[in-house]
């Protein structure tokens, strides 16, 4: 049968008629961590909600109840296909927000079991291909051509300016697309993401894209990951070999870009974080540690459920039951953080990446990403201030992240360093060597590495006693 049309909502609580907690609904974005909040103090660790189209799930708010879930695919399955309300008859209409996020593909997201290790396999074998200093060299190529455009002109917003372009203008470079591609993907991804009326469309967008790339490599390899996935003795096939591509560019650009931004909100508007960080207490690594236990890229992960009756959090959970892994609820949850005001450096026990066998495979390259592009920044734009007051900023909600809409900021305007196109700076451009390179290819020449962070904490001092 076709899903039901959505009741109208409770104006005042966004309640659906069972009463459960709308999380597409008004308060849930306005202030989704106000709402978590709620929902642990009324039901526990473990609340019952409702989705868009009103479909219902559990979402976990407890730390140990997401390692829970996340560690255990035997009772808690990847596999979307396990849904009960699929094999029931509900349909999700092609235009449905969340049809990206629960179609079954070949992918890691969707299975679990020897067809799961098989594709990890494959994945992080790749990804650790990847010489971190020539990823480090594009990030840095990449951002300094971003800051080159607005530079001279003393204001920017650094959300559309800066960290919605650079993680997916590198991660384009590493899975083997053309340059021109990355800023239209960059508006797909997103938009398929963030589950708005056209992500159908651009989810379309993204695959046809991905499908011509893998084409592309089948005649001509190179020194990328979609090469080294079509090489891989997992033998994928070219639907698999798809699959991840997109996978990976999708988790590159999502959880990095948000990443970028909220940290650069802190250096320009937390005190604490700045004395901080001015004060040589804390390196750039250990600020995006803080950053990933308080602003999660990803609020929530959708896509768990039950593979049988089992009890979790003190509730119920029925076999087949859809879960969502609450993130930001589980960073903040009173049992392990009794105190938020205390730092947590050094701490990688955040939930930010997920945990378990589907844990984030390529979240050292997100940190590299974010560390190199915001040292850049930062380097490059020594007097950077906030230009609006801190209230004045807003996200945009959805169900499964918050989005600074803007950062808007001033600096004094500069002359453009005139990168070319295949440039960093001064010296050759070198693309991202491989560690151990195929059998008859001679491994590229490693690229050198990037300045190191000695000169940034001075001017980070200077700004910082200035303000």
Same mark, same amino acid.
């Given at each position: 049968?076709?899903?039901?049309?959505?009741?109208?909502?409770?104006?005042?609580?966004?309640?659906?008629? *069972?009463?459960?907690?709308?999380?597409?609904?008004?308060?849930?974005?306005?202030?989704?961590?106000?709402?978590?909040?709620?929902?642990?103090?009324?039901?526990?660790?473990?609340?019952?909600?409702?989705?868009?189209?009103?479909?219902?799930?559990?979402?976990?708010?407890?730390?140990?109840?997401?390692?829970?879930?996340?560690?255990?695919?035997?009772?808690?399955?990847?596999?979307?296909?396990?849904?009960?309300?699929?094999?029931?008859?509900?349909?999700?209409?092609?235009?449905?927000?969340?049809?990206?996020?629960?179609?079954?593909?070949?992918?890691?997201?969707?299975?679990?079991?020897?067809?799961?290790?098989?594709?990890?396999?494959?994945?992080?074998?790749?990804?650790?291909?990847?010489?971190?200093?020539?990823?480090?060299?594009?990030?840095?190529?990449? /951002?300094?051509?971003?800051?080159?455009?607005?530079?001279?002109?003393?204001?920017?917003?650094?959300?559309?300016?800066?960290?919605?372009?650079?993680?997916?203008?590198?991660?384009?470079?590493?899975?083997?697309?053309?340059?021109?591609?990355?800023?239209?993907?960059?508006?797909?991804?997103?938009?398929?993401?963030?589950?708005?009326?056209? /992500?159908?469309?651009?989810?379309?967008?993204?695959?046809?894209?991905?499908?011509?790339?893998?084409?592309?490599?089948?005649?001509?390899?190179?020194?990328?990951?979609?090469?080294?996935?079509?090489?891989?003795?997992?033998?994928?096939?070219?639907?698999?070999?798809?699959?991840?591509?997109?996978?990976?560019?999708?988790?590159?650009?999502?959880?990095?870009?948000?990443?970028?931004?909220?940290?650069?909100?802190?250096?320009?508007?937390?005190?604490?974080?700045?004395?901080?960080?001015?004060?040589?207490?804390?390196?750039?690594? *250990?600020?995006?540690?803080?950053?990933?236990?308080?602003?999660?890229?990803?609020?929530?992960?959708?896509?768990?459920?039950?593979?049988? @009756?089992?009890?979790?959090?003190?509730?119920?959970?029925?076999?087949? @039951?859809?879960?969502?892994?609450?993130?930001?609820?589980?960073?903040?949850?009173?049992?392990?953080?009794?105190?938020?005001?205390?730092?947590?450096?050094?701490?990688?026990?955040?939930?930010?990446?997920?945990?378990?066998?589907?844990?984030?495979?390529?979240?050292? =390259?997100?940190?590299? =990403?974010? @560390?190199?592009?915001?040292?850049?920044?930062?380097?490059?734009?020594?007097?950077?201030?906030?230009?609006?007051?801190?209230?004045?900023?807003?996200?945009?909600?959805?169900?499964?992240?918050?989005?600074?809409?803007?950062?808007?900021?001033?600096?004094?305007?500069?002359?453009?360093?005139?990168?070319? /196109?295949?440039?960093?700076?001064?010296?050759?451009?070198?693309?991202? /060597?491989?560690?151990?390179?195929?059998?008859?290819?001679?491994?590229?020449?490693?690229?050198?590495?990037?300045?190191?962070?000695?000169?940034?904490?001075?001017?980070?001092?200077?700004?910082?006693?200035?303000?």
């Amino acid at each position: 049968m076709n899903m039901p049309s959505p009741p109208p909502e409770c104006p005042a609580h966004g309640l659906g008629p *069972d009463g459960r907690q709308r999380l597409h609904g008004p308060e849930a974005r306005r202030d989704p961590m106000a709402l978590y909040e709620k929902l642990r103090a009324e039901h526990g660790p473990v609340a019952p909600v409702l989705v868009h189209g009103d479909l219902p799930a559990w979402l976990v708010l407890g730390h140990n109840e997401n390692l829970e879930v996340a560690r255990n695919p035997s009772r808690f399955s990847r596999d979307p296909r396990t849904w009960r309300a699929a094999r029931e008859g509900t349909v999700i209409p092609a235009d449905h927000p969340l049809g990206p996020m629960v179609t079954w593909w070949p992918v890691i997201n969707f299975n679990d079991g020897p067809v799961f290790e098989r594709l990890r396999g494959a994945v992080l074998d790749s990804l650790q291909r990847f010489d971190r200093r020539g990823v480090r060299r594009y990030v840095t190529r990449f /951002a300094h051509q971003l800051i080159d455009g607005f530079v001279a002109q003393g204001r920017a917003d650094l959300v559309a300016d800066f960290s919605s372009q650079l993680p997916m203008l590198v991660a384009t470079q590493l899975v083997g697309a053309p340059e021109e591609h990355g800023p239209k993907l960059v508006r797909a991804v997103r938009d398929m993401i963030q589950g708005t009326e056209s /992500a159908l469309a651009s989810d379309e967008y993204v695959t046809t894209t991905l499908y011509q790339l893998v084409e592309n490599k089948k005649a001509a390899r190179g020194h990328d990951l979609t090469s080294w996935l079509l090489d891989h003795h997992a033998d994928l096939t070219d639907v698999e070999v798809l699959a991840h591509v997109r996978v990976v560019l999708v988790a590159a650009y999502e959880t990095t870009a948000n990443l970028i931004a909220n940290t650069l909100r802190m250096v320009l508007t937390d005190h604490r974080f700045r004395a901080s960080l001015s004060g040589g207490r804390m390196t750039l690594p *250990d600020a995006l540690e803080q950053v990933l236990w308080d602003q999660p890229p990803l609020n929530t992960i959708l896509g768990r459920w039950a593979t049988a @009756d089992t009890v979790l959090g003190g509730q119920q959970i029925k076999g087949g @039951d859809m879960l969502l892994l609450g993130l930001v609820a589980g960073n903040v949850d009173p049992e392990i953080r009794p105190d938020l005001s205390q730092p947590v450096h050094g701490n990688r026990s955040h939930l930010a990446f997920s945990a378990g066998p589907h844990e984030c495979p390529g979240q050292d =390259i997100g940190r590299a =990403i974010a @560390d190199t592009g915001i040292e850049a920044l930062l380097s490059r734009l020594p007097d950077i201030e906030l230009s609006v007051d801190d209230s004045a900023l807003k996200r945009r909600g959805t169900l499964m992240s918050q989005h600074l809409e803007e950062l808007p900021v001033t600096f004094t305007p500069q002359r453009p360093v005139g990168v070319p /196109a295949g440039g960093t700076g001064p010296g050759p451009e070198q693309p991202p /060597a491989a560690s151990h390179a195929p059998d008859g290819v001679p491994a590229a020449a490693r690229p050198r590495s990037p300045a190191g962070l000695q000169n940034l904490w001075p001017w980070l001092g200077r700004l910082f006693r200035r303000r």
